[in-house]
């Protein structure tokens, strides 16, 4: 009994000492790497593009969303070949053009997409992606969110088309099954499924390269768009200005057999599309939007379901924001959602500080850093004195986010100024007053200088000599 005892109060100290330094943050790595995404797993990896995916963090709040960020990099004139997930994709084209093709109710859907376009794709939808940009790199950063947690990690991808790499979902099936269901031979089938060796990523313009898959790949993608409609409905169309079976070359007769097996068939053609053109999917560009705040020191920008309304399905939101040389984001915290940021271009501090009002993480993060900022949590960012500095992020929820600033002159000791905030800090209104007023400026601050310091520091002063 005495040891069970004793086995029991070491375990609960061990808990209280865990639990002590969660809250005060204890070791400064450890504290920081809390809010720094570091988990970084590359998912994709061929000569032509790569894929990456930083692990979210699940977060306090047991219902929000977790979202994963992905880096997608493509060669030029690359494709990453037909797929869907189990996961809503938010993409912002960060550098580069690319064409996103993609089913939406039975429709081929087509977008060019440039730098600063976002998109959405949701789960379960078939699409590919195309760098068009000549001689320049693709790169694009994602939002990940699994509609439904089906045990197999951050996402999982379901390739359509693929062979040995990567295998295709069609092969699972029985040969017999699927010859039966393309109306081809076995050895076909066979034939159709095991040539693609390149990866998810394929190049389109290696001379150099025999494959079947990337000529049918090639062939597919220089199709009028109309075309393509055609060769995905071609099978079950059976209209009569088509080639005969016999006329098609074999490995776009399989090739078209596969897309119209897979996508069904009712796809609509040109026609039909540009009768529901109004409820294509679209994108919106953040680089073009006029920004929700702006003075001399930095901009920002956020995007929610009310400016572009495939958010609303996604529950995501997204931002922008841009700090000149040493400004700051005032202070503040978000009542709605929870934060993941991506630094786009230069460096700067985050700190962020815990419920009892102790410093959870006072970090510089350069770019291609990820971090994120649990709900309600006050924070603020600070850019570096050698240049600006922009990030980039998601939020987990789409309604339009109302941050509340507890510094600069729209905040909420300005709204709330008075006996009872004066009280609370233990001082005379009119000290309160002549604090709060200090700042003229919100939102974004001015760098900090030499006379400013000084007013602080005689803030300070002024502070320790009331007690």
């Known amino acids: 009994m005495g040891r069970i005892t004793s086995a029991l109060l070491l375990l609960a100290v061990v808990a209280m000492c865990l639990a002590v330094a969660m809250v005060r943050g204890e070791g400064g790595e450890r504290r920081e790497e809390r809010f720094l995404l570091r988990d970084m797993k590359r998912v994709v990896k061929t000569d032509a593009g790569e894929m990456k995916v ?6 306090w709040i047991s219902d929000m ?20 997930l189990d996961s809503d994709l938010i993409l912002f084209i960060r550098r580069g053009e690319a064409m996103i093709g993609s089913i939406y109710k039975d429709e081929l859907i087509e977008k060019r997409l440039k730098s600063g376009d976002v998109y959405r794709i949701s789960a379960g939808s078939t699409f590919y992606a195309i760098n068009t940009a000549d001689g320049q790199q693709l790169h694009v ?14 996402f999982q ?5 693929g062979g040995s790499y990567p295998t295709s979902i069609l092969a699972g099936f029985e040969r017999s099954t699927l010859s039966t269901a393309l109306n081809v031979s076995e050895s076909q089938v066979s034939q159709l499924l095991t040539r693609q060796t390149s990866g998810p990523i394929i190049s389109l313009s290696n001379t150099n390269s025999n494959s079947d898959s990337h000529q049918s790949w090639t062939q597919f993608l220089q199709m009028r768009h109309r075309e393509r409609v055609q060769c995905l409905k071609r099978m079950a169309a059976h209209f009569e200005e088509e080639l005969t079976e016999e006329e098609e070359e074999p490995i776009m007769r399989s090739f078209r057999k596969l897309l119209s097996f897979v996508f069904g068939k009712e796809l609509s053609n040109g026609d039909d599309a540009r009768r529901s053109s109004s409820k294509k999917p679209h994108s919106y560009n953040l680089y073009n939007r006029k920004p929700d705040f702006e003075n001399d ?22 931002y922008l924001v841009n700090l000149n040389a040493g400004s700051m984001m005032a202070p503040h915290l978000n009542p709605t959602a929870t934060e993941y940021g991506i630094v786009l271009r230069g460096s700067g501090t985050i700190q962020i500080v815990f419920p009892n009002g102790t410093l959870a993480m006072n970090a510089q993060v350069n770019e291609g850093d990820v971090f994120w900022i649990p709900r309600y949590f006050p924070f603020c960012q600070i850019a570096s004195r050698s240049g600006r500095f922009e990030f980039f992020g998601f939020t987990t929820s789409a309604r339009r986010n109302r941050p509340q600033f507890l510094a ?8 709330m100024r008075g006996p009872a905030f004066a009280a609370a800090f233990g001082v005379s209104e009119e000290r309160l007053k002549r604090i709060v007023n200090a700042q003229s400026e919100s939102t974004i601050l001015p760098p900090a200088s030499a006379s400013g310091n000084k007013v602080k520091n005689e803030m300070v ?7």
């Open 461 to 467: 002063m002024g502070f320790e000599g009331i007690y």
């Open 54 to 59: 930083v692990r979210g963090s699940k977060g």
């Open 408 to 415: 600069g002159s729209n905040s909420v000791l300005q709204s």
């Open 297 to 318: 020191y930095g901009s920002s920008v956020a995007l929610d379901q009310s400016d572009y309304s495939p958010l609303k399905r996604s529950g995501v939101g997204l």
């Open 141 to 154: 950063i994602c939002s990940v969110e699994k509609s439904d947690n089906i045990g197999l990690g951050t």
């Open 157 to 161: 991808s379901f390739f359509i088309g």
């Open 65 to 84: 969303p977790n979202i994963h960020v992905g880096f997608v990099t493509m060669e030029p004139n690359s494709l990453f070949i037909p797929q869907y």
